[in-house]
């Protein structure tokens, strides 16, 4: 009976050692709570750009941690992509419009944070710049937004 209550135990901790290892032990908030709740949350946020624009408290480059578990990824990246996707086709419609300044900042606060995270959200931001192929990137409003995103965001 000794003997399997040391292997039940050591076997919980190479679990648990495992499961901190792969960030499924952390403590929870790896990332704002506004970053994973939807892209409604997210251009609600946006409304405030070129001034700084939080969510749940952070950064939106916040919202782009290495911590964040596959739950937070998968969240961020559907919440960032579908507001730049919503974003671009109001931007092709309207160049100098709010939404070009918008999706400048979300673009560029998005490359502000994934600078950070040594490639774990590269598929992210490749999308995000996807959604720009059909924008006019050189319009005022979007480098405005993008100049404000890279320094704020």
């Known amino acids: 009976m000794h003997r399997i209550r040391a292997r039940t135990q050591s076997g ?11 960030g499924c032990g952390s403590s929870g908030r790896a990332v704002p709570t506004g970053c994973t709740e939807g892209d409604e949350a997210l251009l609600r946020a946006l409304r405030s750009a070129p001034a700084q ?8 480059s916040d919202c782009l ?35 070009a300044l918008e999706l400048g900042y979300l673009v560029a ?26 924008v006019n990137t050189r319009a005022r409003a979007y480098r405005r937004g993008h100049r404000a995103g890279r320094r704020a965001g």
Do not use: K, N, Y
Not at 12 to 22: G, K, M, P, Q, R
Not at 110 to 132: F, I, K, S
């Open 53 to 60: 624009v939080r969510v749940g408290g952070g950064r939106l």
């Open 109 to 134: 606060a998005a490359h502000r944070g994934g600078d950070r995270t040594q490639g774990v959200h590269g598929e992210l931001l490749r999308r995000l710049d996807q959604e720009l192929t059909t």
């Open 12 to 22: 919980a901790a190479i679990s648990l050692a495992a499961a901190v290892a792969l």
């Open 65 to 99: 941690s290495e911590e964040a578990d596959g739950d937070q990824l998968q969240l961020v990246g559907t919440s960032f992509v579908e507001a730049a996707s919503r974003l671009a086709a109001r931007a092709r419609r309207e160049p100098e419009g709010q939404a």
